[in-house]
């Protein structure tokens, strides 16, 4: 392979951009009614917009050649959360990408005025997934996990067609040599959240990805930042806690601290190697490197 340039991508997930302060009762005969009302009681104090400006300024200092955005920028899935985090998406220092998360499909909503406002950040700008947005040598894959569930539930889908679909760019991806980054909103290994807040069909995720390959899986929802394995191979998963959480008066937790990932990804002589650094708060309320680790595929990690 020709000599490749180092390719950073900043990941962050779980904004939870603030909502509209006036909601058509219209639109809350449905789930929204309860999160609306979590929101006033309770996570409105804890997910703060000035807790994720510094985040993105932190983001803009370390130069990202892209920004990956694995879901929920939303609260309620509105028109008018897409249209504000369409307008937010324009502003990140760096060109981006996203996915939904459950927020953001909450209830079922028509494309146009909901996803499609996203369309380009969403690589084909198509209403199918997987999408693939593609630098050169490096491709982020994003896969859809976002539906509407039943009340008090938050659970994800992926769904067969999309599995094969992914699994099949994958080893396409391979083949060219392109490294494969592959970013959902749920969580695809077992015990970082409720079975009510689980990807119900995991399993199906996982065949695909080990089926078709990549060198490194990205996910949000939990609202911590944590680290696995897709089961049976080598391929890491990476999550991040949320970019906009606060714990205002709760005691200080690192594992949800808000922060971000930090990726560079380079061709090495094993293959692609692949950097992460979590850049997150500290207890002092300031930002810096929590937590980094360096793979080789195909190789194991290294901690540094």
């Known amino acids: 392979m020709t000599e490749f340039p180092s390719f950073r991508i900043a990941h962050l997930s779980d904004v939870h951009l603030p909502p509209p302060a006036h909601i058509p009762a219209s639109r809350l005969f449905n789930k929204r009614a309860l999160s609306v ?29 892209l920004i990956a955005v694995s879901g929920d920028l939303t609260n309620f899935g509105l028109p008018d959360e897409y249209r504000a985090a369409a307008d937010w998406l324009s502003a990140l220092p760096a060109p981006a990408c996203a996915i939904m998360g459950n927020h953001d499909m909450m209830t079922s909503l028509p494309w146009d005025d909901g ?37 008090t539930f938050a659970t994800g889908r992926v769904g067969a067609p999309q599995a094969r679909a992914l699994r099949d760019r994958l080893r396409a991806l391979g083949k060219d040599g392109v490294a494969r980054i592959v970013m959902i909103h749920h969580p695809p290994v077992r015990g970082l959240v409720a079975g009510r807040k689980a990807l119900t069909d995991m399993a199906l995720f996982q065949r695909a990805v080990a089926e078709g390959g990549a060198e490194l899986v990205l996910h949000g929802h939990s ?4 680290r696995g394995f897709i089961p049976g191979t080598t391929i890491p998963v990476q999550g991040i806690a949320s970019a ?19 990726i560079d990804v380079r061709h090495s002589t094993l293959g692609w190697s692949v950097t992460i650094e979590t850049r997150a708060f500290d207890g002092r309320g300031t930002i810096g490197p929590a937590d980094a680790y360096r793979i080789e595929r195909p190789g194991l990690i290294e901690t540094r």
Request: proline share 10%; net charge positive; aromatic share 8%.
């Open 37 to 65: 009302v979590s929101w006033r009681r309770n996570r409105r104090f804890h997910h703060r917009p000035e807790t994720l400006t510094r985040i993105v300024t932190d983001i803009a200092a370390q130069k990202p050649d």
């Open 223 to 226: 609202h911590k930042t944590t």
């Open 115 to 151: 996803p499609a406002l996203w369309a380009r950040w969403m690589a084909d700008g198509a209403d199918s997934f997987p999408t693939v947005t593609r630098h050169g040598a490096v491709a982020v894959i994003g896969v859809n996990s976002g539906v509407p569930s039943p009340p």
């Open 244 to 262: 906009s959480y606060d714990p205002g008066r709760r005691a200080f937790d690192p594992v949800r601290a808000a922060g971000w990932n930090r």
